[in-house]
Structures are given as structure tokens and as C-alpha cells.
Antibody, heavy 123, light 113 residues
């Protein structure tokens, strides 16, 4: 059974870069038609999709964050990462990593999620 | 972006009664390649990540009780819990995965009356 676990600083200062890593266990990050997402959720609000990466390196970002976001993958460590630059208090949220699958032309919703990590932006 | 709007924002239902949650998308999420709607429902309990309940608008994820069902097509969708159990208290979200960015509804909080 695949498991995902987020890690990184819980407190980031305004204008700095938020950096999180998701470690995948129970299977190879490179195997199958798997796509790896980052999603965040401010307190009391619905989730916001940040973007996704495929292990071939292809990325798609939410246009609302595109200028500040980088998602990368390290297959040797079975990890993928999120960097969000120039953060403000509005970026305070629980950040989740997740996996969704593809079968042929059919893409599926995120079915595996990490437990989430709270990142607070404050000086 | 496709905007997902849920109604109601909150709902109180008696144990054993039916609960119905609605979701409307700002444009059709019907995927022409397979003639299925790219609409998912999630359940989220406090301190936990969202849990996938239903995808393709009406297909239950493995292990999800059959009291949960999804219906609808195009832009209007419904999640129904046929007989509410205490463990169903949660916030429910719809999500479209028809196009990027994937978007979620604002959530519906389900409580026991």
C-alpha cells in the first residue's frame, strides 16, 4: 500500500521560500502511470490544487501560483518536492502531497494523500 | 478555471435519514473520450486528509460503503448518503478533474440533527 509523507519547516518568514518534500513508500515513484500532486488547504476553506509532476519531468502548475511555484522529483530518493517563493500570510495552509493515476486517456482524481503539514508564514 | 459551487454550506440530518449534497460546475465536465463526468467526491474529517469516496460522478472507490452514491451529469451533481451514520459526520467536497487546474468546491459540513 503506497504511503506519502510530507516534511519541511512549519514556519516560514514572509518573502522567503517555502520548501516541502514528499517521501513515497510502498512503491516506486517512477513505476506505472502515476502523477504526483501538491494541494493546500487554508484553515476552514476548500482545498486548492497547486500543481503536479510526472516522473518524466512534466509539470503543470495552477496559473494563480505559476510564477512562484516549482515542483521537482528525485527518483533516487523516491521523493518529490515543492518550492513556493515570495510567501505571504496568504500562503499559510496545510500542505498535502497526493497521487493520481492515468489509464490510457483517462485521468483519475487524487486517491492517495499524505497526512498534511501545516506551514505558517509569519515573522 | 472551472468554479465548483456546493449547496448547502451546512446540513443537519437525523441518524438513519437521507443526506443530499449538491455540486454545480461552471462548465461541463463531461469527458468526451469515455463519455464520463470527471467529478469526484471527498470526505474530510478533522485533522485528516480528504478521502476519495466517488469518481466518474458515480463510481464508488473500493471500500466505500454502498450508502454513499453519486449522480448527475454535465454541470449538476449530487452526493447522497442513504442512511446517515454517526461516522459520516464530516465535511464533503466535490472536485473536477476534467481540466487543470483541478478545482474543489467550498465544502458542505454535515452534522447530526
Amino acid at each position: 500500500q503506497v504511503q506519502l509523507q510530507e516534511s519541511g519547516p512549519g514556519l516560514v518568514k514572509p518573502s522567503q521560500t517555502l520548501s516541502l518534500t514528499c517521501t513515497v513508500s510502498g512503491g516506486s515513484i517512477s513505476s506505472g502511470s502515476y502523477y504526483w500532486s501538491w494541494i493546500r488547504q487554508p484553515a476552514g476553506k476548500g482545498p486548492e490544487w497547486i500543481g503536479r509532476i510526472y516522473t518524466s519531468g512534466g509539470t503543470i502548475y495552477n496559473p494563480s501560483l505559476k510564477s512562484r511555484v516549482t515542483i521537482s522529483v528525485d527518483t533516487s530518493k523516491n521523493q518529490f518536492s515543492l518550492k513556493l517563493s515570495s510567501v505571504t500570510a496568504a500562503d499559510t495552509a496545510v500542505y498535502y502531497c497526493a497521487r493520481f493515476d492515468r489509464s490510457g486517456d483517462n485521468y483519475y482524481p487524487e486517491s492517495y494523500w499524505g497526512q498534511g503539514t501545516l506551514v505558517t508564514v509569519s515573522s | 478555471d472551472i468554479v465548483m459551487t456546493q449547496s448547502p454550506d451546512s446540513l443537519a440530518v437525523s441518524l438513519g435519514a437521507r443526506a443530499t449534497i449538491n455540486c454545480k460546475s461552471s462548465q461541463s465536465v463531461l469527458y468526451s473520450s469515455n463519455n464520463k463526468n470527471s467529478l469526484a467526491w471527498y470526505q474530510q474529517k478533522p485533522g485528516q486528509p480528504p478521502k476519495l469516496l466517488i469518481y466518474w460522478a458515480s463510481t464508488r472507490e473500493s471500500g466505500v460503503p454502498d450508502r454513499f452514491s453519486g449522480s448527475g451529469s454535465g454541470t449538476d451533481f449530487t452526493l447522497t448518503i442513504s442512511s446517515l451514520q454517526a461516522e459520516d459526520v464530516a465535511v464533503y467536497y466535490c472536485q473536477q478533474y476534467y481540466t487543470t487546474p483541478r478545482t474543489f468546491g467550498q465544502g458542505t459540513k454535515l452534522e447530526i440533527k
